[in-house]
């Protein structure tokens, strides 16, 4: 559960006590039945289909590196730089003529006509260092508000957060008749009661959160509902619907959320519907797939992950993000971190020999499946994360330069995109010679917008609960790599 969502009071002038939410509303948010807010399946009302011109995306697919990746040993490496911050990887070509990336992805190299490389994705200061800030900068294009300052990791989701850029997408675009708008998968970062801001829905409304299937390390093949525990694959089928809707509608006596649930009934009925659906079940069942087409994407829940979003685009869900699993507990030990691309010690260990040839094989099979199926000029890829690596090494919390690792650093990053309409073989944005700081700033508000350029999303006008109009997003410009 998400704890307490509640804003402090007074951080949000003109919002009413009536609209504040009641800590329990983290029990609608742990159920991927979504009660009010079964994620994502009702698009806003007067949803108007596509505008025409070069938009190509029909989906995205996010692959969120969670903990902070490194910029300077994945896809920016200095090798003139000194040895104190050029570390040991070296570049490679790829595909395509002046583009390299690390030698340890050898075969995403192979794809690199087909990508576009962002370098110089900088905070500009707005962020605080953290992760939680990170989350919700790249997930929502917008600069984390002062209260990400003042709390820090207690800092939880806010019912008047800006949404995460999923959650935009499923509103703007028109109804799915059997699937939800957008799913995330295969878990939601990070750790209770640390959930971490950005990848809800949040000003937008209940309705609109991401629908969540949840994978497990020990079990990659296995995606579940949560609290529901609905097998993906379609092996328990709600035998006790009225039963299992009688139980929720006892939970959602003690929860004071009437003004935001006024759908809740019918919310509720189409979530079971969907769960029902033999062509929901189909779209979840990664069994189904050859052994040959798995292999592509490897054994690891973060592959099986990846291998699940190119069914869901397959079965036209316009926006899936999948966040890498930080379950791996030799990972965690190995970096002194709380797992995933956190490498606050022995960095280039734990990259060369656990995360980079995981990540290399899911994201290149990825790339790769797509393509061989006609379907990478209508499927956005993004690749980022919440942060990149200090590119000097040597964090002060692992022993140094003695213990190889490389600190948080928000003042530079790269984003990886694909597919969609985006020119591949193609680097916008330049750092300085270190790999410390943009010589070309690209925002987070610039990526989001390029995403929802890609996906031809030009109407980001809403209306708050009072009926006044503003904007998703402001900031930010469209990258000229469409």
Known sequence: MLGDLNPPRGLFPGRSSAGRRPGRRAMLRASATGLAGLTGLAARPGAAALPGGAAKAKSTILFFLCGGSSHVDLW??????????????RPIATTAPGLTICEHLPLTAKQGHKIALVHGVTDSGLATG???????????????????????NDRRPFPTDWPHMAAVVGSRRPLHPSLPQTITLPYRPSQAPYTRPGQFA?????????FFLEGTFNDPMRFIVPDLAVDAAGAGRLADRRGLLDSLNRLRHDL?????????????????????ASSTAGAFDIHREPEHVRALYGPTINGTSLLMARRLVEAGVPYITVFWSEEDAVV???????GGWDTHANNFSCLRENLLP?????????????????????????????????????????????GAGRDHWTACMSVVMA????????????????????????????????????????????????????????????????
Do not use: W
């Open 419 to 482: 597919g969609g309409g985006i020119r591949g073989g193609v680097v916008h944005g330049r750092t300085d010679p270190r790999g410390e700081y943009p010589e070309e700033k690209v925002t987070p508000g610039d990526v989001v917008k390029t995403v929802y350029a890609a996906m031809g999303i030009d109407d980001l006008e809403a209306t708050d609960n009072l009926g006044r109009p503003y904007n998703l997003l402001e900031e930010g410009r469209a990258l000229p790599i469409l």
């Open 358 to 402: 995981e990540f290399d094989r899911a994201f290149a099979g990825l790339v790769g499946d797509l393509d061989d199926r006609g379907l990478l000029d209508s499927t956005l890829l993004l690749v980022s994360s919440e942060m990149g690596r200090k590119p000097k090494i040597g964090d002060p919390r692992s022993g140094g330069p003695g």
């Open 256 to 276: 004071d959320l009437e003004v935001e649930i006024g759908n809740y009934t019918r919310q509720q009925e189409r979530t079971f519907d969907l769960l029902a």
């Open 202 to 210: 949040g000003r937008l409304g209940l309705e609109h959160d991401p």
């Open 130 to 152: 953290d992760h939680h800030a990170g989350y919700y900068f790249n997930l929502t294009g917008h600069a984390p508000d002062i209260t990400f300052r003042t709390m820090g």
């Open 332 to 338: 965690s030990k190995k970096c002194a971190s709380g």
């Open 76 to 89: 920016d490496l200095k090798p003139a730089a000194p040895a104190e911050y050029r570390g040991e990887f």
